[in-house]
C-alpha cells in the first residue's frame, strides 16, 4: 500500500512540474521547492454537495500560477 500512495504522490508531482510553464522560476524547481509553494498552502475549504471551494489570500504570491495549474491539470481537455 505504501508503494502504491508513493507512487502516485510522484505521478502527481511529475504531473505538475510538467505543467509548470517554461518562463516560471518554478520550472526547473525540485519537488520539495514545488510542494513548498504550491501544494503546502494554509486555505478554508468549503465543501458543499457539488463543489469544493478554496478561498485563497488575495495576496498570495504564486496565485496566477496555481490558476493555471488548476486549470492545467484538473479540468480535462477534449480528445
Known amino acids: ?3 502504491i500512495l508513493h507512487t502516485a504522490a510522484f505521478w502527481l508531482m ?4 510538467d505543467a509548470i510553464p517554461v518562463d516560471q522560476p518554478l520550472a526547473v ?3 520539495c521547492s514545488i510542494r513548498a509553494r504550491m501544494l503546502k498552502i494554509a486555505v478554508p475549504v468549503r465543501e ?3 463543489r469544493v471551494r ?3 489570500a488575495a495576496n498570495r504570491p504564486d496565485a ?4 493555471s495549474l488548476v486549470t ?3 479540468i480535462p481537455r477534449p480528445t
Do not use: S
Open 14 to 17: 511529475r504531473t505538475i512540474h
Open 48 to 50: 458543499t454537495a457539488t
Open 64 to 67: 496566477v500560477l496555481f490558476q
Open 29 to 31: 524547481g525540485d519537488f
Open 54 to 56: 478554496l478561498a485563497f
Open 1 to 3: 500500500m505504501r508503494l
Open 72 to 74: 492545467t491539470v484538473l
